[in-house]
């Protein structure tokens, strides 16, 4: 390690009030974590299955305001009210 790698190193703990190892075992458990959970396959119950793939949605989609607008048809613009 370079001396002005190991300086900044120091005082970044002295800061912190923690030594080295400790940085680089969380920073380690950082990096497996997030490889863990970017690996991790989700079941979803049979019904939640059966919906995949059944619509496509627009990339510029705005979710927020497409909700509203449907509950706004569902439950305002009802025919016979």
Same mark, same amino acid.
């Given at each position: 390690?370079? *001396?002005?790698?190991? =300086? +900044?190193?120091?005082? &970044?703990? @002295?800061?912190? @009030? /923690?030594? %080295? /190892?400790? *940085?680089?075992?969380?920073? %380690? ?9 970017? @690996?991790? +396959? *989700?079941? #979803?119950?049979?019904? +939640?299955? /059966? %919906?995949? !793939? /059944? #619509?496509? *949605? ?8 497409? #909700?509203? &607008?449907?509950? =706004?048809?569902? &439950?305002? &613009?009802?025919? !016979? @009210?």
């Amino acid at each position: 390690m370079s *001396i002005l790698l190991h =300086e +900044v190193a120091k005082s &970044y703990t @002295n800061e912190k @009030n /923690s030594s %080295l /190892s400790d *940085i680089i075992e969380i920073y %380690l458990k950082t990096l497996t974590y997030e490889h863990q959970t970017f @690996n991790m +396959v *989700i079941n #979803f119950n049979p019904t +939640v299955e /059966s %919906l995949k !793939g /059944s #619509f496509k *949605i627009l990339k510029n989609m705005l979710y927020k305001k497409e #909700f509203k &607008y449907r509950l =706004e048809n569902k &439950y305002l &613009y009802r025919k !016979g @009210n």
